[in-house]
């Protein structure tokens, strides 16, 4: 109801860009930058997009940093264990307060989602050449607005069942893959105020997010998590009548 | 906690038997013989099992016979429309008052599991050779015990999303099929009392319910959808102090 | 993120105005009335809402009318089986298929409320003075937006557990009463497409639909229950290779 | 289905018998006695039940007392950050492979919980004479069996919502307090394969755990949290056609 638009903070770990020709050839500026560009793209003025990098003081993930992003989204995978527990520290406590995240594909086992999740975040995998076909079990849910009843990612890595999360509060995707696998694929959490969403696709190896129909997920779930306000949750102690 | 027996109450349609050499030749005294035999050689002293059909005065579903099931197992196709209103409501009361009931394959369009979910309970299908691989999403969940992480079904129709139930209370199971198709294929819900499962195997012309792992996953069920007590709800006027 | 209103239709049984004048002092042009014009206050030009009551053709329920209709709120008492199968099963119909429905006080005995939850949806009761608390038990859902920790409403109809309904996909509100019971009073459900919200308060004998309160999250939840499309839904039957 | 007893721990801090005259008065031998006891009375053959205080070497949760451990209570208040995260480590871990966790009262804070559960797990609080009144909303569900409906604490500490928790899988009680406020008092949660039933009442300075009823849902909640397998979750990798 207001036109202030979402501030968006785009984190990618920037590894893989550097150490593979073939990712660095899909995505020639950094992982993070295409998820951007695919934000911009999709939401236009409703989104002001900033991105962060593992490299960076703090991996850029500084309290002034995160008091200036309504949502965050995180793409990580060889350097989860880089990331330092203070940075993850505070990126909870913000998504706690109400902070929106989504949390993308090899960042399942990061420790920030671990933490949120409370489990280890586990899963079945296979580098090979799946095809992966997205299907929505929610079908009016927000996040699936306007992706096709099957979304079909032509070459993915597998990710399969049982993933070791808390059951999800809405469960809007679930995934075929063709060697016989499936895979809860899209996955909505409250913590806290914070809202989060899982979403599965995503190897660095294949060009997806490139992909429009996984852009049109991304950008709505930003909308999704999105919360105009912050909060810091703590016990508080109420006298007898404190609300007469 | 007590070893009385759970009385259970096979409830087939009987009408594909009777039609199709192909179904005769693998359920040759009916499904509903077949899956109750299944029943008993899982349970054995922990359950007494009998059958009713739609021919039988009122379906075999009196309120004596209903009075005397503690957990009642449907399987219907092309008689959903026989199945007469009365018989229908009488069978939701019990189950609100907990009894409890398995819903398998096409009964998820029969008059009674719609009422009960309050959904349209449609779904995507197709009557072609596809393989069936059935995961767990709760792997800790009683009905999942000893069931193995992937349960092959060779040979089976296709079920697919979106499948137009509520939310599952919990989420057991998830069917991939060979041509790309996922399924929510076992479900939990608890309605008043009861407790309903779902479980979408079983199409007539496969031997489906002489599969051991099929087997083991309904007689996990019968346990868990059984409650000793029965107990109708109504609104109650309340004075103040009741309780005191 | 369209500008095109919401229409919304309050749906009244307005019965208890025309037989108690206690009643008819606090809403001398009917509840439904009084219901709408909150709606209009809170929302202004996001809505176009008109009024609908059991005395009209059809209930004023028409295949028409709901086909206009993109929000139905609904507050019946006496008059639950003076309602019309038929037009019972008209708003199901566009329930499941994307219509967003707002369930007041009463109406949880309502047949259509019944028949969309699958249970009785009976409660515990009392019509005395109690005073009610509602408090938030997810502080960042969209309809607790401006909602106080704890909204008073001086004098209320106790309604209490255990009430006989699905386990909400969201819980946003609990009541206390002073005589000691609590009631789950805000309860959001998704049925097919369709986004329901049952609130609870709303006694004909107090100015409930008078508090700002009140109206804020009447206004609120209409918010959460539209939907831009509405679509029905059918089993489809899907040859091989369809989606490629 | 065995006969195997159910190996419990009841974990206690063991800080407040020592320091308050008043809760040793109530609780002579320290409450964790008072909670065994209760369970060895409620479910006789059917248990082997240990304790463990703070004070033992590693607060006697080793590796191996774990590893013997079914089912473990936890009860802790000033000790919580006395309590070393290597323990809280091992805990976990084993929670998340199987062992059953029932979390008492003042317990919600632990760093165990809050460690599972992902949030800050803070709550209202008010140390006055509230009586407490806990009711069922799935009163199906094996931990309010035999509980009566209405289950009164004659005086207790106030805890009142916002529990800033995630939404538990199942929902099985709810408290009022005589000041106004509600509490989600009774929540199940699954994580990995382990287990959890927090319940709030237990104030050190009321004889709570001498009440018969508490005793009951204690009970029962030690049955319904058991899994007779313990398995680590880890990701792994799965070669094409691994399952056939």
């Known amino acids: 109801?207001?036109?202030?638009?979402?501030?968006?903070?785009?984190?990618?770990?920037?590894?893989?860009?550097?150490?593979?020709?073939?990712?660095?050839?899909?995505?020639?500026?950094?992982?993070?930058?295409?998820?951007a560009a695919g934000i911009r793209d999709e939401l236009g003025d409703g989104v002001v997009v900033g991105t962060a990098t593992l490299d960076q003081t703090e991996h850029g993930l500084t309290e002034d940093a995160l008091g200036n992003t309504d949502v965050l989204t995180w793409w990580g995978h060889l350097g989860h264990e880089q990331v330092s527990d203070a940075a993850v520290t505070r990126v909870h406590e913000h998504v706690l307060s109400g902070m929106?995240?989504?949390?993308?594909?090899?960042?399942?086992?990061?420790?920030?989602?671990?933490?949120?999740?409370?489990?280890?975040?586990?899963?079945?995998?296979?580098?090979?050449?799946?095809r992966e076909v997205i299907w929505k079990v929610n079908?009016?849910?927000p996040i699936a607005e306007g992706v096709p009843d099957a979304l079909v990612i032509p070459r993915h890595e597998?990710?399969?069942?049982y993933f070791d999360i808390p059951q999800p509060e809405e469960l809007v995707f679930i995934s075929s893959f063709s060697g016989g696998e499936v895979f809860r694929s899209g996955c909505c959490f409250i913590r806290g105020t914070g809202?989060?969403?899982?979403?599965?696709?995503?190897?660095?190896?294949?060009?997806?997010?490139?992909?429009p129909e996984v852009?049109?997920?991304?950008?709505?779930?930003?909308?999704?998590?999105?919360?105009?306000?912050?909060?810091?949750?703590?016990?508080?102690?109420?006298?007898?009548?404190?609300?007469?």
Not at 102 to 124: A, D, W
Not at 195 to 211: A, D, R
Not at 218 to 235: D, L, T
Request: with cysteine.
């Open 1 to 35: 109801m207001t036109n202030t638009p979402i501030r968006v903070t785009v984190w990618g770990e920037n590894l893989h860009e550097h150490r593979s020709e073939r990712v660095r050839a899909i995505y020639p500026l950094g992982m993070h930058e295409t998820i």
């Open 100 to 130: 929106g995240l989504i949390v993308l594909h090899s960042g399942h086992e990061s420790k920030l989602f671990r933490r949120l999740m409370g489990t280890t975040c586990s899963l079945r995998w296979r580098e090979a050449v799946d």
């Open 139 to 141: 079908p009016a849910h």
């Open 158 to 161: 597998m990710y399969g069942e």
């Open 195 to 211: 809202h989060i969403f899982y979403f599965s696709p995503g190897h660095e190896t294949y060009p997806i997010y490139h992909q």
């Open 215 to 244: 852009r049109r997920v991304i950008a709505n779930a930003i909308r999704w998590v999105y919360r105009p306000e912050r909060e810091r949750r703590r016990s508080v102690m109420s006298p007898l009548g404190w609300f007469e």
